[in-house]
């Protein structure tokens, strides 16, 4: 019975404590809110900021340097505080376009003709200052490996100067005619010298030579000896002080030359004679 209300008594004596002190409590919370609020308040902040910079101008110009990075910008500074930027006249100007397709390819094949790309030049714009320095836009690299078939599609343009340039289209189009490679032998190909005097005549030694070319099986199937070209220029023999001339030689297209025999022409000069 002593124990029950010993206990009772203590659980008022608490819950009165706690109600005389209550309003200390609040007040204490308050008081260190503010007084927190008051510190940090008076103390100075920073923060970074990414803030894109936009340049507006004229249609007849345009950057002629990379805009410098705005860095270090605050709500109290901004550094820095001015940003240099060269302008010029716009210019247009057509360029070609460099392929980095590199193509493997499998034994035995060979790419006929030259690589067709579409277009193989573009129109680009930008500051005269910046035009005057580019020569050719390039292609993306890319790597084709064990190839033995035509190969086509389309392939981006490596664009480096997105900011000072404008390129008239962002991809074309590549083709590369692939053929299983063959040898073909031309006998007794024609000379022929050009721009001989009426009053001279030439003797070859020998007067015909022989050619080797290398080319896709389907193209060399179709060429013939009449359009191998092989020429010396008169001046040429003319003008020799070894005994001998070299010839030129005009290929079809989509064929590469292997060999000619022999390579070298010796030749005998005569006077034509009167009638």
């Known amino acids: 019975m002593n124990l029950e209300m010993t206990t009772g008594n203590l659980s008022s004596y608490n819950n009165s404590f706690m109600k005389k002190n209550i309003g200390i409590i609040i007040i204490a919370f308050l ?3 503010i007084l927190w609020m008051y510190i940090n308040l008076n103390q100075s902040f920073s923060i970074d900021l990414s803030i ?16 410098p990075n705005s860095s270090d910008i605050s709500v109290l500074e901004i550094n820095p505080d001015t940003i240099q930027i060269s302008f010029d006249k716009v210019s247009e100007k057509r360029v070609p376009v460099r392929n980095n397709i590199i193509v493997n390819l499998k034994e035995g094949y060979s790419i006929v003709g030259k690589p067709e790309l579409n277009p193989d030049s573009v129109s680009i714009q930008g500051a005269s200052y910046v035009l005057n320095k580019i020569k050719y836009i390039p292609t993306q690299t890319k790597v084709f490996n064990n190839v033995n078939s035509d190969l086509s599609g389309v392939i981006s343009l490596k664009d480096t100067l997105h900011n000072l340039l404008k390129i008239e289209n962002s991809s074309i189009e590549y083709f590369f005619k692939v053929q299983l490679s063959a040898e073909k032998n031309f006998e007794d190909v024609e000379v022929v010298i050009l721009n001989l005097p009426e009053d001279k005549e030439v003797l070859l030694i020998p007067p015909k030579i022989n050619v080797s070319l ?6 060399l199937a179709r060429t013939t000896a009449a359009e191998i070209l092989i020429n010396i220029e008169y001046q040429n023999i003319e003008e020799d002080t070894l005994g001998f001339v070299i010839p030129e030689i005009k290929l079809p297209d989509n064929t590469s030359l292997l ?10 000069i005569k006077k034509k004679q009167q009638n």
């Open 214 to 219: 290398r080319g896709g099986v389907d193209e």
């Open 259 to 268: 060999k000619t025999e022999p390579q070298k022409l010796q030749y005998i």
């Open 52 to 67: 894109p910079v936009n340049i507006t101008s004229s249609k007849s110009q345009a950057l002629a340097e990379e805009i």
């Open 31 to 33: 008081f260190a809110l």
